[in-house]
């Protein structure tokens, strides 16, 4: 066998078994899903002996997971929407303009990065509690508009774009805002959807803020609703399981969604000769 071939096809295991690894969880998510509750105590085999596909309509109905869905959507919509308007505009704030302290302000946000979240968690929620917005969205949502990952992100990708694209604009007759709006956002398709997905999936998944912010059903999200199924004397795994599969599937549509924006931003992102 040609040796070129013999590699090509050990990578190919490679990524074989890699994906199998992937797959295999939620293959046995999918088959919990469907057993009893008897079953998922006593079964030893992946597969279930009998296939009860009513526990995704029972655990639909076993706690208001509608409102818990639009309420994570609400939520997830409100923080990626935050994140690529505010944290692009402070990312070109620290890549293009000059003003006292920069490199020392901006050195303070990566020092920010190593603060544990749970470290910030008591003085915010002082602050929402402060304001009146307990169990309501903005206490959800206007928290964390804002990310110093995001900054950082498209801060790095901004400086990369070439001054000389901005300066043509410039002599043309745009202004400041024009030049970011009409040059800088459409070369950094790649930033931005890399941006949304981790932006996305930080909201949706999100569980610790959304616990302590929310009281009533009206605004808790879909993270805190797979919890009832946690019970003090047993959990009910197939119920669990079949709202855990159905809470994954708004997360796998949106990466499919903006990787297809990242390889169109990839393939027509560049300088022309």
């Keep these: 066998m040609n040796p ?9 295991l490679i990524l074989i078994l890699g994906a199998g690894f992937v797959v295999v969880p939620f293959l046995w998510m999918f088959t919990t899903s469907l057993q009893s509750r008897a ?17 995704y309509l029972h655990a639909w109905e076993a706690a208001p997971f509608g409102q818990y869905y639009l309420n994570s959507i609400i ?23 000059d003003f006292p302290f920069k490199n020392a302000i901006f050195v303070i946000l990566l020092a920010a990065l190593m603060i544990p979240t749970f470290v910030t968690i008591i003085p915010a929620y002082a602050i929402v509690a402060d304001l009146g917005w307990i169990d ?21 990708y901004f400086a990369s774009i070439p ?5 043509a ?21 790649p930033a931005f959807a890399t941006l949304a997905i981790f932006s ?21 999200t879909i993270q805190i609703g797979l919890a009832s199924f946690v019970g003090r004397y047993g959990t009910s795994w197939n119920y669990l399981m079949a709202g855990t599969l159905t809470a994954t ?10 990787q297809r924006a990242l390889v169109r931003g990839i393939a027509s992102t560049g300088l022309k000769d």
């Design 163 to 167: 001054m000389e694209l901005e300066e």
């Design 4 to 12: 070129h071939r013999r590699l090509a096809l050990g990578r190919h």
């Design 249 to 258: 599937i708004p997360s796998i549509v949106v990466f499919l969604f903006f």
């Design 39 to 55: 079953e998922t105590y006593t079964n030893t085999s992946i597969l279930p002996t009998s296939w009860h596909w009513e526990n």
């Design 169 to 189: 604009a410039r002599i043309d007759g745009c202004s400041r805002i024009g030049t970011f709006f009409r040059i800088i956002v459409p070369l950094s398709t």
């Design 200 to 220: 996305f999936l930080f909201a949706w998944n999100d569980f610790l803020w959304p616990l302590l912010v929310t009281n009533t059903d009206e605004l808790r």
């Design 75 to 97: 939520m997830a919509v409100g923080i990626v929407t935050g994140h690529l308007v505010l944290d692009a505009l402070a990312a070109y704030a620290f890549a293009r303009l």
């Design 136 to 156: 309501s969205y903005a206490g959800l949502i206007v928290p964390r508009l804002a990310d110093v990952f995001g900054i950082i992100l498209l801060r790095q």
